[in-house]
């Protein structure tokens, strides 16, 4: 089994930063992309962003600036500064993940996900 297991969420005042991480653990084989999404209730989730192995990254709109990410080999992290209350979600770890039990197709897995509240 794979498991990705977040830590670092909580809440700040509107202007504070966090720093989300994830690790990946597990029956591994080979990791493509790990990253994050965040959701609010109603909606639908949204990219915050990816980065693949060989340090690649994407970020979902308007979220590069603000939003920072990185990876050490199976950890993966979320810098977050000058965070604004609509910022308030829960943030989920993803990761594209190829298992070695067979058959070992790439496929995706989902952090039980973090609650950032950001409030005065």
């Known amino acids: 089994q794979v498991q990705l297991m977040e830590s670092g969420g909580g809440l700040v005042q509107p202007g504070g930063s966090l720093r989300l991480s994830c690790k990946a653990s597990?029956?591994?084989?080979?990791?493509?992309?790990l990253g994050w999404y965040r959701q609010t209730p109603g909606a639908q989730r949204e990219l915050v962003g990816t980065?693949?192995?060989?340090?690649s990254r994407t970020y979902g709109d308007s979220m590069e600036g603000r939003f920072t990410i990185s990876r050490e080999n199976d950890v993966v992290y979320l810098q977050m500064n000058s965070l604004m209350p609509e910022d308030t979600a829960v943030y989920f770890c993803?990761?594209?993940?190829?298992?070695?039990?067979?058959?070992?197709?790439?496929?995706?897995?989902w952090g039980q996900g973090t609650q950032v509240t950001v409030s005065s």
């Open positions: 980065v693949s192995g060989s340090g």
């Open positions: 993803h990761g594209n993940i190829q298992s070695r039990a067979w058959p070992r197709n790439f496929r995706d897995y």
């Open positions: 597990g029956n591994i084989f080979a990791i493509n992309t």
